[in-house]
């Protein structure tokens, strides 16, 4: 059986906000097929069509949508995000429309399927922009833009609002937004009247200052969210209590003790639960690693071992519909790994890997309607 994803890359140049400049040399966005039997991976086909493909998401009606994390579109201070149709039997794309994001860097990307509303981050401009979807899939111009204010105690990280996810709760009708500027975590409601996001009904929960919250990750049944603190590398544990959420716990995003070392210039990224909810995974840049958790009956998380991510700079990551495998974006190394889990501890063995120039986001493809 072959299970299938689609990889984000950069194409081109961009300037990270630590200063970086990495020459991407990517395709574009690579669809890529995982033989379950063996963990081999292979590619099937590269969309080259837009620039910087960082982020993607997609849909079982047959739909993708990526953005393109630049800082200038068609002469304006902006990036954009394109919407494709996915073809049923090859799983090639085909690209239906582009529109402006009007902030610059979008570096993710998500649909809230109950409001039909596609939303980007802006990471260097500190805004969210919302889109309607229409029902072919295309993207209508931007409704709602967002611009967040602040800043925070890390000067070359915080010196301003720096949205860095914009991600629905499922069922809920509202999206959380991660500001790794101003250490906060954001709950927008979204109107079921106009399709907005009510700015004015938004709850605010403060992350440890010099934090730089970056994603969240749902329990199944949303009341446990665990959130990755990029410039503390660290994981916050909040519970949802009436309409807002709590912290309850901080644990580290990889092992600190001293007989392990802690790398000063590692900085965590993406997190993940298993389908069971039984473990959770963080990537580390810096430290290489994944590491992985055991998730508790209350939702506390005890560190269950760093595994080695198999390339330089894991970024974004998925676990396959099924929770048996995890593959990993290693950016720096020009490749994909592919780990096995291991179902009675949570712990990682590798598989395999695919090259894949500069890869930034793995997401799998869902079943299609």
């Given amino acids: 059986m072959e299970t299938f994803f689609y990889v984000g890359t950069y194409t081109q140049p961009i300037h ?28 099937v086909h590269v969309n080259p069509s837009v620039p910087n493909p960082s982020f993607l998401c997609c849909s079982g009606q047959g739909f993708l949508w990526a953005v393109s994390e630049l800082k200038e579109y068609e002469g304006m201070a902006s990036g954009a995000v394109s919407s494709f149709r996915i073809d049923r039997d090859s799983l090639a794309l085909e690209r239906i429309n582009t529109v402006p994001t009007m902030g610059e860097d979008p570096c993710y990307v998500s649909v809230a399927p109950e409001s039909g509303l596609l939303f980007a981050a802006n990471y260097s401009s500190g805004s969210l922009s919302a889109f309607p979807v229409n029902g072919d899939g295309s993207l209508e111009p931007i409704r709602q833009l967002i611009i967040r204010s602040g800043s925070g105690p890390d000067v070359g990280r915080q010196e301003a609002p720096h949205v860095h996810c914009a991600v629905p709760v499922p069922g809920m009708g509202r999206i959380m937004v991660c500001d790794l500027g101003t250490d906060r975590i954001c709950e927008y409601p979204i109107s079921a009247e106009t399709s907005r996001l009510l700015t004015n009904q938004a709850r605010e929960i403060a992350a440890p200052a010099g934090s730089g919250p970056r994603h969240p990750a749902f329990s199944a049944g949303l009341d446990i969210c665990y959130v990755s603190l990029e410039l503390s590398s660290e994981i916050l544990a909040l519970r949802r209590e009436g309409s807002g959420w709590t912290p309850f716990q901080t644990v580290d995003s990889y092992d600190k003790s001293p007989s392990q070392g802690r790398n000063a210039d590692n900085l965590c990224a993406d997190i993940h639960l298993t389908p069971d909810g039984r ?31 198999n ?17 990993c974006a290693n950016q720096d ?20 890997a695919v090259d894949i120039p500069t890869p930034v986001n793995v997401v799998a493809l869902p079943e299609l309607d």
Avoid at 22 to 29: M, N, R, V
Avoid at 294 to 306: I, K, N, Q, W
Avoid at 317 to 325: H, Q
């Fill in 279 to 309: 473990f959770l995974y963080c990537s580390n840049r810096g430290r290489d690693c994944l590491s992985a958790f055991a998730v508790a009956p209350d939702g506390t998380l005890s560190h269950r071992g760093d595994f080695p991510a």
């Fill in 16 to 43: 990270f906000g630590t200063g970086e400049v990495l020459l991407g040399k990517g395709g574009g966005i690579y669809c890529i097929a995982l033989d379950h039997d063996t963990g081999a991976a292979r590619v």
């Fill in 311 to 327: 390339g330089r700079t894991p970024r974004s990551f998925c676990i396959d519909p099924s929770g048996a495998y995890l593959l």
């Fill in 333 to 352: 190394s020009d490749n994909v790994s592919i780990f096995r889990i291991a179902l009675e501890d949570g712990g990682l063995e590798l598989a395999g």
